[in-house]
């Protein structure tokens, strides 16, 4: 079941704000790096090693002249622990009204193939002083923002941006 606010926030994107969409082409993508001003990667983190995220974010900015911000939502700072991730999708289940269906895919994730990708490939958890200490190096700040953007409202949303110059 698809959240209603996305549909919301396609549009709201698509009247006031330009969206880089990513082709094949590197000759369009090239054109349009110049215009982007945000970078959002919502519920990726997980899935990026710690040096991935990293060579992620140095990258950016350093590719995206203009770049002022990176939203990075479910960012975890423990060990992911498959009890708690499972609890907190019943619980989402139970808030978006698909309970029934919900606890369905759940038995057929714990004990089919997403089980066995998630033992071949764990998702990964960050450590916090870190990934401070590595944005401090490319002179860029950070802020958490107190409620998680994806729907794991136990993992974090963090704001990156380029510190002031003094």
């Keep these: 079941m698809e959240p209603a606010n996305s549909k919301i926030l396609e549009k709201k994107l698509a009247e006031n704000h330009r969206v880089l969409q990513v082709t094949n082409s590197k000759e369009n993508i090239a054109a349009e790096c110049s215009e982007v001003r945000s970078l959002c990667l919502l519920s990726v ?7 991935g995220l990293k060579e992620l974010i140095d990258s950016a900015y350093k590719d995206f ?23 907190v999708y019943i619980i989402n289940a139970i808030r978006y009204g698909y309970l029934f269906k919900g606890i369905e895919k759940l038995v057929k994730m714990l004990f089919g193939n997403y089980k066995k990708i998630r033992e071949s490939m764990p998702l990964t958890s960050y450590d916090k002083n870190d990934l401070e200490y590595f944005l401090k190096t490319l002179q860029l700040q950070h802020t958490r923002i107190k409620k998680n953007l994806g729907i794991n409202f136990h993992r974090n949303t963090i704001v990156i941006f380029k510190a002031k110059q003094s």
């Excluded at 983190?45 to 040096?51: D, M, N, R």
């Excluded at 939502?73 to 992911?80: L, V």
């Design 65 to 87: 002249e203009n770049l002022h911000l990176i939203v990075i939502s479910d960012i975890m700072f423990f060990k992911p622990l498959v009890a708690l991730d499972a609890f």
């Design 45 to 51: 983190s997980q899935y990026l090693s710690v040096e």
